[in-house]
């Protein structure tokens, strides 16, 4: 049976605001000017001031602007809805009490340069998160200013570099700094891009047939030299953990580098393990995965880095520090005195907003809950690999943590690839896996289900997966032509790369432009 | 913990499906020496209710929040319509991650390639990305680009730039071989002073921030001939997203680069972010972008749609030769800016910015008319200038916020130690007059 879809339905065809701009509508109201006008003049000089009216910016009513963003939110999928298992994204629930705390007026309403006497209780937030955050890593020295997991990677390595720096008496002989920065072929692309604009030359670690890093690679790149440090995922993108991770660390110290751990994937291990115990020197945290800050469809994230107290001198300046009168009574502030500080990440003091989400997140889960977090995350991937195990090619044998990693093998046979198998379960109401990912692996699924998913849903996944995998064997056609749900089909991206159109021109100029 | 569909007796069942015992046994893959063998030191769960409590209790504590505020530089207050908090909050969009399944991904997608849209028509560019961390960040990545583009090494930054944003880029720069020179600021005007013996053929990019940090409007269009001839790329950087619906687009002026902080559009001050960097060029630069681009596409039916595109320049697939190490961005706070721009629309942009405006010329008369108090520059500006007071500016302040209930700008000193007595003042269209006024008798009472 074909489906012939609604296309004239209003909305499934919501067009650009720009497209839907009539001149002459408000969508808003501002008070009357309360103080005597200045002729504009007099204010500005006409050569400073916009002579193109604001061309081309849309003019709509309040209604019109709500209607325009709720038809188009419905184009897109959400946690909310149901199961997102995307591989190393940690879509977990992201609980309402967070939002409504971000946005208490003594917090939202708050300038960044206010005094500090007059900020107390932000500083107090930031200071008690630092504290659980050093406590759940095994890693003192705590800074919240970077905005996402790829700024607190490239706060931790050129926290690194600082370092070694300071510790091998290195300031301006380039050929006496180690610039070595060894990277596992697994890891995401954001480890060598950070290494890269710290100033590291990177090197390329082999995977065992295992799906762990090779020891043996590593400790021959070691003897090469030059090795400043070390940047690993554990549990790495395999799913796995990193079983080996003292000896991986005691290599790279003896050979005088330092371990930057990429915490992508510590939803698996808060409350269970912890990286300042296995040997790790640097690490940071995705509060928009592990500690639930919303993903917002890309951002805002937040990248707090945590490090060993030898490293804490070369965290980002300013500190959130507290001091303690005497006779009780605490006080907080911000530092910049840090001669060795690697500087300023970002202006101000981090994401805030995602600091005060992440926090409430720890407190309602209590230390009890937040280990039941991670043993219920794991528990469900293995239900997941449990369940898909005869269905689909696993590459490596060993048990899977949070996330499960699967191939195509199997349904490459009939043409059918993981692409394919991605965009069909969209047809079975799921938001895909990461798909491609890790680079390793030829067809790679990689699947995490998170703790916020119960056992039906569970269940209702791996029936549907077993329903393509017959599908792809069967019925090959209806899982290359997927998805058939949505309001559109698979995308042309070549031909959009090809000749990029990335903003909206009015009509008349666009057959010019 | 209720944020766990599974009851601890479906775990267990789930657990002996698997043939386990206990949870501790999900964890068999772990070195017996690395597990750690006690409860985490972090508090016990609270409720709801306490949790209310414990952080309002915290938020009382945060005095400044429930001044009326002249502050500015780099985060400002602005009215922003009630809509746009509760369409950002719409499952669909908060919960939702990076658009990489266009199939369901579309609202987001639209809504970027919407921004992407607005912010060019805004700035006067041809080209923007789906944003970046914050204006201090843009700054940085801009300054990287430059160095891309024309492969040189120099790059000449105004002393009127945000003294942070500074600061960022100076990190971003550490290990780039890029060299960071000064341009300084004309003590009169205020503005900054291009030397023309500084731009030699080495010199990759100038960077001048407008309205400058001590509010002073520049002169984009003189920088950006000169900035030409020597053959570099001039940046140009603005804090006060507000401005451009009053002042010149940089496009407009010649800028080749634009980067701005995008908080004005919507987004609370929230003690400095989360907010949202805006990035722009011109279109014989598009592949040097740093971020994330959405672009058209189309199906095999010939239907309109978004995607992710130009992705060889980023991380995931160029790895350490990308153009930026960035991935997750600031996508839910442009949603916010967005929503903003759109819902104000062309009316309501030039509106906010002509009030702003007004308001800072009619402070700043009642502030330049006080006895002992100077406005120390000439230039033009647009809702933030700098006060000279009689006394040293920090003390003057405590002294507002305690007596007068204001706080009344920010003391340069915090950033700038040679400039004691003055005050970086900004006027936006939520501050009344009768809170101006309040201000100007404030501080003639608090000057002594």
Redesign the interface.
């Known amino acids: 049976m074909s489906i012939t879809k609604a296309t004239t339905h209003v909305t499934q065809n919501e067009a650009l605001v720009f497209e839907r701009s009539q001149a002459g509508r408000r969508g808003y109201r501002l008070p009357a000017l309360d103080v005597e006008e200045t002729a504009i003049d007099d204010l500005l000089p006409a050569e400073l001031r916009r002579e193109d009216d604001l061309e081309g910016v849309p003019e709509l009513s309040e209604p019109d602007v709500v209607r325009h963003f709720t038809r188009i939110s419905t184009w897109n999928y959400n946690i909310d809805l149901g199961l997102y298992p995307l591989g190393s994204c940690t879509m977990k629930y992201n609980s309402r009490l967070n939002e409504r705390v971000a946005r208490i007026p003594g917090f939202a309403g708050l300038h960044p340069l206010a005094p500090e006497e007059d900020a107390q209780g932000a500083l107090e937030v930031m200071y008690e998160l630092q504290q659980h955050l050093a406590e759940i890593t095994g890693l003192p020295g705590v800074s919240l200013q970077p905005a996402a997991g790829a700024h607190g990677e490239m706060t931790g390595v050129m926290m690194i570099r600082a370092f070694l720096d300071a510790r091998d008496g290195v300031t301006s002989d380039e050929a006496k700094r180690r610039k070595v920065m060894l990277i596992p072929d697994s890891a995401h692309g954001t480890n060598p891009a950070s290494a890269h604009l710290s100033g590291f030359t990177v090197k390329t670690i082999r995977s065992t047939p295992e799906g762990l890093t090779d020891l043996d690679h590593l400790r021959e790149l070691c003897a090469s030299g030059a090795v400043a440090g070390l940047m690993l995922t554990n549990p790495n993108t395999c799913g796995i953990f990193e079983r080996n991770i003292k000896e991986i660390c005691r290599v790279i110290h003896e050979a005088g580098g330092l371990v930057y751990m990429d915490g992508a994937n510590m939803n698996a291990l808060v409350g269970v393990a912890r990286p300042g115990d296995m040997g790790v020197d640097v690490i940071h945290l995705n509060l928009h995965k592990t500690f639930s800050t919303p993903h917002g469809g890309g951002g805002p994230g937040s990248g707090p880095c945590c490090c060993t107290a030898e490293l804490e001198p070369f965290l980002p300046v300013p500190r959130v520090v507290r001091s303690d009168a005497e006779g009780g009574g605490a006080t907080y502030g911000l530092d910049s005195e840090r001669p060795q500080s690697v500087g300023r990440v970002k202006a101000f003091y981090g994401n805030f907003g995602m600091h005060l989400r992440a926090l409430a997140y720890i407190l309602t889960h209590g230390r009890d809950g937040l280990r039941e977090a991670t043993e219920a995350a794991v528990l469900n991937a293995r239900f997941i690999a449990h369940g898909l195990a005869d269905t689909f090619d696993r590459p490596f044998d060993s048990p899977p943590m949070h996330e499960c990693l699967f191939t195509d093998k199997r349904q490459t046979r009939k043409g059918v690839h993981t692409l394919d198998i991605a965009k069909r379960l969209i047809d079975y109401g799921f938001h895909p896996m990461t798909i491609y990912f890790p680079l390793i692996v030829q067809g790679a699924m990689l699947i995490e289900p998170t703790e916020s998913v119960g056992r039906a849903e569970l269940q209702q996944f791996v029936d549907a997966m077993k329903e393509i995998a017959r599908e792809a064997v069967e019925d090959a056609d209806t899982v290359l032509g997927a998805p058939h749900t949505t309001r559109i089909g698979r995308l042309d991206e070549a031909a959009a790369a090809r000749k990029p159109v990335l903003r909206w021109r009015p009509a008349e100029k666009a057959a010019g432009a | ?1 209720r ?4 009851s601890p007796e ?2 267990q069942e ?2 002996r ?2 043939g386990l015992s206990s ?1 501790a046994e ?6 017996q ?4 063998k006690r ?8 409720s ?1 209710i306490e ?2 409590e ?13 001044r009326p ?1 002249f ?1 500015g ?3 400002y ?1 602005h ?1 922003a ?1 009630t ?1 746009v ?1 509760s ?22 997608l ?5 921004f ?3 912010v ?3 700035t ?1 560019m ?3 990305n ?2 970046m ?5 843009a700054m940085a990545e801009a300054v990287l680009m430059a160095e891309r583009v024309t492969r040189r090494t120099r790059v000449l930054v105004s002393a009127a730039v ?1 003294p ?2 500074l ?2 880029t ?3 720069v ?3 071989g890029i060299e960071l020179g000064r341009l300084e600021v004309d003590e009169e005007t205020g503005r900054t002073s291009l030397d023309a013996s500084a731009l030699d053929d080495g010199v990759a990019a100038v960077v001048v921030q407008s309205p400058n940090f001590f509010g002073c ?1 520049e ?1 984009l ?1 003189a920088f950006a001939d000169r900035v030409h001839a020597a053959g570099a790329l001039l940046v140009v950087v603005v804090t006060e997203a507000a401005s ?6 940089p496009g ?1 002026c010649g800028a080749d680069i634009v980067v701005a ?1 995008g908080q004005s559009f919507g987004v ?7 907010y ?1 960097g805006l990035f722009s060029t011109r279109e014989k630069y ?1 592949r040097q972008i740093p971020g ?10 010939g ?1 309109r ?3 992710l ?4 320049r ?9 153009t ?10 442009a ?1 916010a800016a967005t ?1 903003y ?12 910015a ?2 702003c ?3 800072a ?2 402070a700043r008369r009642r502030i330049g008319a006080l006895e002992g108090f100077s406005l120390p520059h000439s230039a ?1 500006v ?1 809702n933030e200038f700098v006060v000279r007071a009689p006394s040293e500016a920090a003390g003057l ?2 002294r507002l ?1 305690s007596e007068h209930n204001v ?1 009344g700008g ?1 003391a340069l000193s ?1 950033y700038l130690p040679g400039r004691p007595n003055d005050i970086l003042v900004c006027v936006t ?1 939520t501050n ?2 009768a809170d ?1 006024d309040a201000l100007a008798e404030g501080l003639k009472g608090s000057s002594r």
């Open positions: 913990m944020y766990i569909p599974n479906e775990r789930m657990l499906g698997l949870a999900l964890f068999d893959s772990l070195p020496d690395v597990i750690l409860p985490l030191d972090t508090p016990e769960a609270l709801e949790l209310l414990r952080f309002e209790a915290m938020a009382a504590r945060n005095a400044a929040a429930r505020s502050l530089a780099g985060a207050h009215y319509p809509i908090d369409l950002i909050q719409r499952s669909e969009f908060f919960t939702a991650y990076t658009p990489y399944q266009p199939e369901i991904s579309q609202g987001t639209q809504a970027i390639f919407e992407q849209t607005l060019c028509q805004l006067g041809d080209v923007a789906a944003s961390y914050d204006g201090s960040t945000h942070e944003y600061r960022v100076e990190t971003y550490a290990h780039a409007v002169d269009r451009f619906g009053l002042l010149r687009s407009a902080e609370p001050v929230s003690y400095g972010g989360p949202v598009a994330r681009l959405a672009g058209v596409a189309f199906d095999k039916e239907r749609g978004f995607v595109t130009l992705a060889t980023e991380q995931h697939i160029r790895r350490e030769k990308a930026s190490n960035i991935c997750t961005n600031e996508g839910l706070i949603l929503v721009m759109t819902a104000m629309g062309r009316r309501g942009l030039q509106e906010v002509a009030q405006a007004q308001k010329a009619y033009p647009f302040l405590r916020a706080t920010l915090r269209e009344k007059r101006i």
